[in-house]
DNA sequence: CACCGAACTTACGCAGCAGTAAGATGAGGG
DNA sequence: CCCTCATCTTACTGCTGCGTAAGTTCGGTG
């Protein structure tokens, strides 16, 4: 039960890149641990082993490092997101893809979800950009698709797209916070499976029916 | 375009519960602006027109009065929801009101769900166990209605509630962050149409489907 | 009308923490 | 071997903002 990142070597010169990536993991983990505003610009260097003035050398001040981290992270979260619905022509599978996208962009890289989905700084404008922007870039890569395919309305479809985004957020995030109650695979499934039971063939019922009642 | 509230009769003294609870708007007014870092305990006093020991007279500290009024407006969703889980015996209607309830609340009290959806002191304990605590408890909800009317698994019906209710939280907030663009009416509608989509006659298709594949 | 207690005020202590001089240290080239 | 420059350190400043000590005003009651 030691520190899980290197404040190993205390005491070790590091050239300049190398220490850069070093600073981005011990910072990513403390403010993933304590959030933006209770995370110390002295824990972040103490956990990469070096003091406070070499991070300095290397960000001009803790909002930046920490835009460093958020803007790497959105990014990811895209890029997996866009790949996702590469990956097939089958919109069906499509849907399984992009829901798997979320769980394991959730699942993997030290919690670092938790930077673009639970940010404490959301107050910021800079920030509060950031994440918007990502949120909406996920929901058009997911829009795009629902438009080709039907003759949804583009605001319809765009709303649709926000609702199935945020379905994903949150049941990834229940769903890890939770762990062990279910096995990854097994929550993916259930939640693209009521995401598509929702969106397929929306053409064919229009705005007045009643659709059974079996619920 | 004066200050919005009771900034009025600087000067006038308050009985004790009147002024608590006077207290308690000018904090929500400025907590939701600025969030709770980022909200002085001088300015909550300033916008309530009196100093800041009255502050302390009816509340020991800022973390308290933020948990009060984070208290009061999670019970107030959980009501909302529950009274429209009761509403009717219809599931397709259930389906409505309960959007329609969390509709309701994103556009009802001066924002106050700015509270309990984004909270920039998720990483206190006590603040994030409330917030998850008010989740749960609108997913159990909904989640005792689907059980009751379909053989779905108490486990898989927990998690399709969860995403549910995150579907409704996410479109919620996003239509009231882009008003204008679409009336409450519709937006609730098309979100509560792909809801119940998703989950009605679950029973009758199995873990194998295909489903079709019309999108 | 004098007194009392609740409601209020000004003015400050104090702690945490971002950011900054100014100086030490060590690896590599001449 | 010594000079240089990048890397790193100790030790500080300054600010912001919560919480408080001590003193003031005003409405009501005997």
Redesign the pocket.
Known sequence: MTAPSDARA???????VR?RRQLLAAAQEVFVARGYH?????EIADRAG?????L??HFP???ELYLALLEEHSEALVEKQREALESTDDNRQRVTASFQAYFDFVAGDGEAFRLVFESDLRNLPAVREKSEETFQRCAELIGKVIRQDTSISDEEAHLLSIALVGMAETSARYWLNNHGSVPQNAAEQLVARLAWRGISGWDLTRSGEEDGDGD
């Open positions: 205390r005491g070790t010169r590091l050239p300049r220490r209770a995370a110390a610009m002295d070096v003091s406070k003035p070499v300095y050398q001040g803790k909002l």
